[in-house]
């Protein structure tokens, strides 16, 4: 499975800026702000995640905010 480690690469990956609003239900102009954030929005953790996972692809916790609960960086990944 493939490690995704930035927000620009996540949303690449899910199709680009406007693929990404529609899956998360955000505004395109919102969302063409993520590229430059160094996180997404929490709310967006589940749909985003579940939406890599479907194609293969997983990302970091951290791209969300999200805090590991483990020394261990795989296990802060979505997979």
Do not use: C, H, I
């Amino acid at each position: 499975m493939e490690t995704l480690s930035t927000t620009s690469e996540v949303m690449d990956a899910l199709g680009g800026n406007q693929a990404v609003a529609e899956l998360t239900g955000s505004k395109p102009k919102a969302v063409w702000n993520w590229r430059g954030f160094e996180t997404f929005p929490s709310n967006t953790y589940v749909a985003m995640t579940e939406a890599l996972l479907a194609k293969g692809k997983t990302a970091p916790a951290s791209l969300w905010g999200m805090k590991a609960t483990s020394a261990d960086p795989e296990k802060e990944s979505a997979a």
